[in-house]
């Protein structure tokens, strides 16, 4: 029986801007805990803001490098109550923070805020999304549909190589067979000139499984991993980080 050969690690995108600074992920992934909220009535502003604050300080327990937050329904989530909750997370733990939304208003409003990172998930062609990210010296993560061509407009928009990255679409994927796809095709991805990531589903019960699916995107060029299970993620990705550090020597 012959063994196909595993290929050795992808060299990923150097590096990524995060805020005021540049992170250097040659060996190194950021692991960003997954804050998600809804809001529990109309305008439920403060038990969002505690739902979320309470998730953010078990992801900083666990070693998080950064915080995605996730409203539940995003386009029912406001400015305001979006704004408030980068605006508490950012004050209590200092952390970078990337919003997931459609919206230019509620962007706008967590840029204000804080926020350092915008989260394209559709991977929308609005000229204004991408403005604002730039104008706030910011990050922009586009969803799967986007391609070369539009990151090549993005650039001239005034966004470098490090504020584009390009998110695999795992957590997105309607199918196992849609998720083996994605996973497949990572290698590829991850020479598309700019930081890849990878976001996890909702936990299920398979946590050897969970692992694995970071352990490959990581070793074939991922370097964020977007998890709700942040300690897990950093075993993973710090036992790689090191074994990346002779390799990419």
Known sequence: MSVSPVAAPVRPHPSVRLGDHTVDITTRTLVAGIVEFDLDGAGDGDGARARALCRADAHVGAGADLFDLAPCGADSATADVVGAIVEVLHARFGLPISVRTRRTDVLDAAFGAGAVIGHDVNGTADPAYFELVAAHGATLILGPSASTSRCAALAQARLGADQIVIDAGLDTAPSDAA????LRAIPSAAACGHPLSLGLPAPGNDNDDEAATIA???????RIVRVHDVARAQRVCRTLGAIFEETFA
Not at 179 to 182: E, I
């Open 179 to 182: 998720r083996s796809a994605v």
């Open 216 to 222: 490959w995107a990581v070793l074939y060029g991922a």
